[in-house]
């Protein structure tokens, strides 16, 4: 599977953006998809998740209720909109996608995008 992640960018505080994840390869609807972000000087954190069959999302509870993660499997896709951004959520967003069942922990995931910059100004 390989991944690209696409759709950051500069916005002002309370702004959104949508995040996309395109994914190559026949076997995307058998994993579980994922969003980290790691912001300078900082360790890489979860963000949001959801499942093979998109049945099931999880959340960070800083982004809970702001941030929605979707997969459209027709496209091969996976999104991260994310609404009333707030400057703390500067960072390089990467997707993910694993077979787990830790959806929360990095190293639980087997593939990995490049990153996009996401840069929330004040």
């Known amino acids: 599977v390989q991944l690209q992640a696409s759709g950051g960018g500069l916005v002002q505080a309370g702004g959104s953006l949508r995040l996309s994840c395109a994914a190559s390869g026949r076997t995307f609807r058998s994993y579980h998809m994922g969003w980290f972000r790691q912001a300078p000087g900082k360790e890489r954190e979860f963000v949001a998740a959801?499942?093979?069959?998109?049945?099931?999302?999880y959340y960070a509870d800083s982004v809970k209720g702001r941030f929605t993660i979707s997969r459209d499997s027709a496209k091969n896709t996976v999104y991260l909109q994310m609404n009333s951004l707030k400057p703390e959520d500067t960072a390089v967003y990467y997707c993910a996608a694993g077979l787990g069942l830790r959806v929360g922990v990095w190293d639980e995931y087997n593939y990995w995008g490049q990153g996009t910059q996401v840069t929330v100004s004040s």
């Open positions: 959801i499942n093979w069959s998109g049945g099931s999302t």
